[in-house]
């Protein structure tokens, strides 16, 4: 079973701040995809990452594949309130299409 | 822009009934999956369905749970005599075909039922 651990599992900060929270697993992922969910909803993608060593960009959001993909980040710059929620990485593994989801980190931005 | 649509939103049912919940995927996917969230705890795989089939499931998906799609549009998970442990948000998901730069396609998933049995 591969799993996927997030870190840290709770984070308050206050507006403006920088953040980055972490997702890692021992086990290779063919991609990986972080979501974020907001209270009584279903999580809804920010990304995908593919490629070992990728960056991507979405606004204030960075998102970072490992080199070896089994490890992944998401930085927050300049943390804003409507970035309050529960982030959920998931990876899928080499082969099919079963994907597997971290257990969240809740980011709570005060103001 | 299209979206999985799951109803109800909210199911009430006494411990050992069955209860059947409904999701219309997007029209174009192709494959189709149940995830459960325990209250506080982590999105959990259920299912995944393709080709009118089941190609995957997980421990979690016992004799007690079916899935089926009944026409062209709904996919429909059943829990034949529920239990007080299946509480939960049950989302529904889809994807489409695999694209050019990604083996796997994102999901798109409906607002869940939250499901309570008493």
């Known amino acids: 079973t591969q799993l996927l651990e997030q870190s840290p599992q709770f984070l308050s900060i206050q507006e403006g701040e920088n953040l980055t929270v972490y997702c890692n697993s021992s086990?290779?992922?063919?991609?990986l995809q972080w979501y974020r969910q907001e209270p009584g909803e279903g999580p809804v993608l920010l990304v995908t990452?593919?490629?070992?060593?990728e960056v991507k960009k979405l606004k204030r959001l960075t998102f970072q594949f490992g080199d070896a993909r089994k490890d992944s980040s998401l930085h927050i710059t300049a943390a804003q309130t409507g970035d309050t929620g529960l982030y959920l990485c998931?990876?899928?593994?080499?082969?099919?299409?079963?994907?597997?989801f971290g257990p969240g980190t809740r980011l709570s931005v005060l103001p | 822009e299209p979206e999985v649509t799951q109803t109800p939103s909210h199911q009430v049912t006494q411990m050992g009934q069955e209860v059947i919940l409904r999701c219309v995927p997007i029209?174009?996917?192709?494959?189709f999956y149940w995830y459960r969230q325990i209250l506080g705890q982590k999105v959990e795989f259920l299912v995944s369905?393709?080709?009118?089939?089941?190609?995957?499931k997980s421990e979690i998906f016992d004799d007690q749970f079916s899935v089926e799609r009944p026409d062209g549009s709904n996919f429909t998970l059943k829990i034949r005599s529920t239990k007080l442990e299946d509480s939960a948000m049950y989302f529904c998901?889809?994807?489409?075909?695999?694209?050019?730069?990604?083996?796997?396609?994102?999901?798109?998933f409906g607002n869940g039922t939250r499901l309570t049995v008493t």
């Open positions: 029209s174009n996917h192709l494959y």
């Open positions: 998931a990876g899928a593994p080499d082969y099919g299409q079963n994907f597997v």
């Open positions: 086990s290779v992922f063919s991609s």
């Open positions: 990452v593919v490629t070992g060593g």
């Open positions: 998901a889809s994807t489409g075909l695999p694209t050019l730069s990604s083996y796997n396609s994102p999901l798109h």
């Open positions: 369905f393709y080709n009118n089939e089941i190609s995957e």
